[in-house]
């Protein structure tokens, strides 16, 4: 069964970059056929899919972020990361990563259990 992982500071200064590594388990991100995803949830608010890499390393992003988002990976060790720079407190949310067969899903088949990340000076 795949397990995924966030990994990532919990706090982020306005204007920085927000990095966050997801790791897998029981699976691999070069061979087994997901959409590998990350997805969030601001307080209040609804999920919010971000963006996803295959397999084959082709990346997709949801077009209201795309000019601030970079999707990565790390074939050696299992892990996708996601980069998001000119943080706001907009950006304060519970971060998820995720893999599902299908793209573009907010309630993939797996989920890692999320970490919170809040952005404050």
């Known amino acids: 069964q795949v397990q995924l992982q966030e990994s990532g500071p919990g706090l982020v200064r306005p204007s920085q970059t927000l990095s966050l590594t997801c790791s897998v388990s029981?699976?691999?991100?070069?061979?087994?056929?997901?959409?590998w995803s990350w997805i969030r949830q601001p307080p209040g608010k609804g999920l919010e899919w971000m963006g996803a890499i295959d397999s084959s390393g082709s990346i997709w992003y949801n077009p209201s972020l795309k000019s601030r988002t970079s999707i990565s990976r790390d074939t050696s060790k299992d892990q996708f990361i996601l980069q998001l720079t000119s943080v706001t407190p907009e950006d304060t949310a519970v971060y998820y990563c995720?893999?599902?067969?299908?793209?573009?899903?907010?309630?993939?088949?797996?989920r890692g259990q999320g970490t919170q990340v809040t952005v404050s000076s």
């Open positions: 995720g893999a599902d067969r299908q793209l573009e899903t907010t309630h993939p088949e797996y």
């Open positions: 029981g699976g691999s991100i070069t061979t087994d056929y997901y959409f």
